[in-house]
């Protein structure tokens, strides 16, 4: 949950440029080995919010929660407005007990839009890179 995040894979509302993401990210790692996790092409990235946006944080005065994260907590089956289990994971949009990267990011953008309902003025937009089919996490 980090404001103009999105800058970090260059999205804005458009399409991600791989090389020039590489290039960008990868370049303050050049001293570390390259069998290392940041210098090959499989990695994914998960922003916020595009690179012109705001990441907002909510609070109800008791709790705060970065409305990105309280989306992917969601999804994991955690919601952290209310601090419960939900008992089930709603990302897993094929049933298979798994969530992917799509799946992760699709609920999220869900239940951040679904905040912004509720807080006026809010805009925020998360963003991905790397392959959708991806599994984040399992049961």
């Known amino acids: 949950d980090a404001c103009y995040s999105g800058v970090l894979i260059n999205k804005s509302g458009g399409s991600a440029r791989p090389s020039a993401f590489n290039s960008a990210f990868i370049s303050p790692f050049s001293s570390v080995p390259k069998d290392d996790f940041f210098a090959n092409d499989g990695y994914i990235v998960m922003t916020s919010c595009s690179k012109e946006e705001f990441s907002q ?67 925020q937009n998360a963003q991905s890179y790397g392959d959708s089919s991806f599994v984040l996490w399992a049961q």
């Not at 970065?66 to 049933?95: H, I, K, M, R």
């Open 57 to 123: 944080t909510l609070s109800d005065g008791t709790i705060s929660f970065g409305a990105f994260t309280y989306g992917v907590c969601y999804g994991s089956g955690f919601d952290e407005w209310n601090q419960t289990s939900l008992g089930n994971l709603p990302a897993d949009a094929d049933g298979n007990g798994q969530i992917t990267l799509g799946e992760a990011m699709s609920t999220a953008r869900s239940r951040v839009s679904w905040l912004a309902t509720l807080v006026e003025g809010m805009d």
